[in-house]
């Protein structure tokens, strides 16, 4: 048994007691402003727990307060995407978490000096300990841990989970047919791209977003692929949390969920590589404000 364990046959820990120390570690990290170059910044800055892990902004405020070009995305639920940010270019939640660490305009650090940061707070030797066994501390295991953290950012008990469930009472009537327009093809076509439980597809689409005075075209996916269908194409996000999430789109350019179906209705200006899965719906008031009421059920 014991030469087993030793040579890393049989672990010393269960694997639930791992993810419970990556994840705290990663907790603390995410928290962190010290990793940023002039310690004002942490993931949380942007990513904020009483928002949905959003930001509540049109588009993200960076380093220095500069405007970012796209809208913080909620966190909720990346644990299942394929892709990740707007255009999908992070292939993993690891990835994913150096690249703000990294970015000049977002926390602006480089490998060293982020392994430098880390080894001034002593009270990292010991989460890194109980994660990795080691206390040596690498941008590797920082992105791990980070990942390891997001993944506990779940939700799956929405009054919508609690009706679907079972529980009658979690939705109410208006609720209710909100989801039924939702799921209709013909009516909404909402269900077309934001599939349940988690309400994406993970694809692309151009969905008619107009181009913002004074910024040049956001070309979005087409930069991993390049294909004129993917012009203008983001990630179609998951709708969980949404409620919280204000503004609306990569660009923040709806302001209210009532905005966000008035798009889909009257708004789709842009009319170049629009995603074929798109089509021309007429809702009446109270079709909207059904469809509304639904989706704030996701919170
Ligand atoms: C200055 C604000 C800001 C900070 C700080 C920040 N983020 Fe973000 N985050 C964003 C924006 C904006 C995007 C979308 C960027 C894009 O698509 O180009 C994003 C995207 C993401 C995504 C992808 C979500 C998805 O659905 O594709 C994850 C995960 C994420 N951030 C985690 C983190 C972690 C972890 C940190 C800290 C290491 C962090 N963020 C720091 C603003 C920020
Ligand atoms: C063709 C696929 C497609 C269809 C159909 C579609 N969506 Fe979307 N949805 C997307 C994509 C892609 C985005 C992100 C677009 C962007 O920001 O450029 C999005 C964004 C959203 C957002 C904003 C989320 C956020 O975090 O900013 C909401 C809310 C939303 N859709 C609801 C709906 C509703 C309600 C319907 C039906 C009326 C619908 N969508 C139909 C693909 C689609």
Redesign the pocket.
């Known amino acids: 048994m014991e030469l087993l364990k030793q040579q890393w046959l049989l672990p010393e820990i269960s694997y639930q007691e791992r993810h419970q120390q990556l994840a705290a570690l990663g907790k603390a ?2 928290f962190d402003s010290n ?2 170059i002039d310690f004002s ?7 904020k727990p009483d928002q949905a892990w959003a ?1 509540g902004q049109a ?5 220095k307060n500069k405007t ?8 909720i639920n ?1 644990a299942y ?1 394929l ?8 292939p993993s ?1 690891e990835h ?6 990294f ?1 000049p ?3 602006g650090l480089n490998a060293d000096l982020l392994v430098k940061r880390i080894e001034q707070n002593p009270s990292y030797s010991e989460l890194f300990d109980a994660a990795f066994d080691s206390n040596d501390i690498t941008i590797h295991k920082v992105g791990l841990a ?2 390891e ?2 993944r506990t950012i779940v939700s799956r008990n929405t009054r919508f989970d609690r009706w679907l469930k079972g529980d009658k009472n979690a939705m109410t009537l208006e609720e209710r047919e909100g989801f039924r327009l939702f799921l209709d093809g013909q009516k909404s076509g909402c269900i077309n791209c934001h599939n349940p439980p988690n309400f994406t597809d993970h694809g692309f689409h151009n969905i008619g977003l107009a181009k913002l005075e004074g910024q040049s075209a956001d070309l979005g996916r087409f930069n991993q692929t390049p294909l004129n269908i993917m012009k203008g194409a ?2 179609t ?2 709708l969980r949390g949404t409620p919280l999430t204000a503004p609306y789109f ?1 660009n923040g350019s709806a302001n209210t969920l009532e905005e966000v179906v008035d798009h889909y209705q009257d708004g789709i200006l842009a009319k170049e590589n629009l995603s074929p899965s798109l089509i021309n719906i007429t809702l009446s008031q109270e079709d909207k404000s059904k469809l509304v009421a639904f989706l704030k059920t996701l919170q």
């Open positions: 990290l995410f990793l940023s910044t942490s993931c949380a800055t942007c990513h930001d588009t993200a405020t960076g380093l970012l070009r796209r809208a913080t995305p909620s966190i990346t995407s892709t990740f940010m707007w255009d999908g270019r992070s939640l994913q978490a150096l690249m703000p660490i970015n305009e977002e926390m980070i990942a953290f997001e983001f990630k996000p998951s990569h």
